[in-house]
């Protein structure tokens, strides 16, 4: 089970921070992508802080500090359901992948990240 949980937390962790540095290099895709769900370009670095802080979050989860590590998940889960409706709400539905597959990591994230202290005792 640990095994599940540090392969899906660091791949979690890469993809967050990749978007968190996307965001504060306000990348072409990010830019687009937030105009078309009437996100403001202001935003975008708040929005990057956030999901730079939640890798960060998982990592020390990863690294022993189970409940910073539950709730940066949680965090992001939450994150991610909100660029969901931002999604549907501006009915922008090509590239809704995108924040699905943010949302799956991070909710598998959330879910290992609760058993497997539960299975080691801690």
Known sequence: MFTAYAVVTIVTIAANAVE????????????????????????????GALKGAAALGLLLGLLGFTAIGTAAATGLVLFFIGALVCHVRARVLHNIAGPLLFLALSAAALVLAAAVPAAHGG
């Not at 965001?23 to 072409?28: E, S, V």
């Open 20 to 47: 968190a540095a996307a965001n504060f290099l306000r990348a072409r895709f990010v830019v687009a992508n937030a105009a078309a769900v009437g996100v403001p370009p202001s935003w975008l670095p708040a929005l």
